[in-house]
Each structure stands twice: as C-alpha cells, then as structure tokens.
C-alpha cells in the first residue's frame, strides 16, 4: 500500500480483556517494527521483524505482550489481560531492510497513525 | 546505549520566523545516525532530516536544516520561514550505523512547537 495502515485507529477495553492491533505495512519494506508512546512520552521501542530472521523482542515490557508477523507482511500485535497502564498510542513502523537502504546508517522509518488503545 | 535530550518542552514562534529546537545525545558508538520526527496532532510520525556522524556537511531538506555540532554532542534542528502547519511535536532521535541495535531508534520526549499568526 502507499502507506503503513494500522487499525483499530481507537480501541477501548476493559480491564482484563485481550486486544489485537493490527499493522500493514508498506508494500516492499521487508522490516516492521512496533512502538509504543505513552501520554506525553517519547517513543518506546519494543519489537522488531526483519524478513524470515527471529524477531527482536527485547522491548516487551512484559510476557503479556507478543507479535507475530505472518507471510513477512501484515503483523499483529496482542496483548492479553489488559492493564490499565497498557493504555497509550501503538506506533507501527516499516523500513527497507539493511541491504536496502539508500545510504548507510538512514534507516528512516515509516510510520502508521497509530492505534489509541484505553483500559478502563 | 544510547539517550536523546529535548530541553524544551514547548516552544512559541511567529509565523515566517526562523525557530531552532535543541536535542544533544550520548553515545558510546563511533558511528551513528540522527533524525528529526515531525508528529502532528494526526499522530503519524513524519520523517523531516538526517544526519551521519561522518558527514561533515549539515544536512539540510527544503526548510528544514541540521545544525550539527559533534564535540558538543548537539543536533539542533532549525526551521525557516515558520509556517502554521509546522505547529506539531518534534522528536529527534537516534540510532547506531552498525552492529546490534542498528535498527533501533531511540527517541527524545519531544519539543511542543506551536506557530503563532
């Protein structure tokens, strides 16, 4: 597609319930990535698919948060048992792969307009 | 690891005014990059500039420049001739050129600009 697409674009749960967000990124761009930013934060990194290699998912704040992307295309990321503090904007983001890029160390990213996940 | 400081959390600027938005980091890596995010009230992140550690040149795109200064550790981004539409969050962020972590952005709190008429 032209762009990252991201749905829900605003999703409201309660408290102890599952969520999935979704992210289709560019048409092209074999990285993905997913980013949280919190109320007046900065982004927070917290996984990362680069084609069939395993994910890097070092910044999971926790085993109730997991992502997986099928076909090297569309990802999903879930999160089980909702908390409160789970509530915050989910950024997902595309890029072309390291071989890919137009010049070294520009890996610029690609974002969609991110999904508004509130837990009441 | 790495860290990105934005000191100001908002910033005021006369529409066709000149405004520079501070950012310093720290790194231990030899080579890196830096970017400007643009992030307006829509949400989606825009990517305005980058800059490597090894240009000597600041980068510059349309009205948008880098005033990079590497002993300082600084990499101020300047806006000319302020536009309403620039009124947004302005992340700068960073990542290294190479190695583990090469894909890894990290991003400052941001700078509130808002363009006053």
């Known amino acids: 597609g032209a762009g990252v697409s991201q749905s829900p674009s605003n999703k409201v749960t309660e408290k102890g319930k599952d969520v999935e967000l979704r992210c289709d990124p560019i048409?092209?761009?074999?990285?993905l990535y997913w980013y949280r930013q919190s109320l007046g934060q900065g982004l927070e990194f917290l996984i990362y698919f680069q084609g069939n290699s395993a994910p890097d998912k070092s910044g999971l704040p926790s085993d109730r948060f997991s992502a997986e992307r099928t076909g090297g295309s569309v990802s999903t990321l879930t999160i089980q048992r909702t908390q409160q503090e789970d509530s915050a904007v989910y950024l997902c983001a595309s890029s072309f792969g390291p071989e890919d890029r137009p010049y070294p160390g520009a890996n610029v990213l690609t974002f969609g307009a991110g999904s508004r996940l509130t837990v009441l | 690891a790495q860290k990105i400081t934005q000191t100001q959390p908002g910033m005021f600027v006369q529409e066709k005014e000149a405004v520079t938005l501070d950012c310093t980091y720290d790194?231990?890596?030899?080579?890196?990059?830096l970017f400007w995010y643009k992030q307006p009230s829509s949400g989606e992140m825009i990517f305005l500039i980058y800059q490597g550690s090894y240009d000597e040149q600041n980068a510059t795109e349309g009205r948008y420049s880098l005033n990079f200064q590497k002993a300082r550790k600084s990499a101020n981004l300047v806006i000319s001739a302020s536009q309403l539409g620039d009124s947004a969050m302005y992340f700068c962020a960073m990542s290294p050129i190479s190695g583990a972590g090469s894909y890894q952005l990290t991003f400052g709190k941001g700078t509130k600009l808002s363009v006053i008429p």
């Open positions: 790194t231990s890596d030899q080579s890196y990059g």
């Open positions: 048409s092209g761009h074999t990285a």
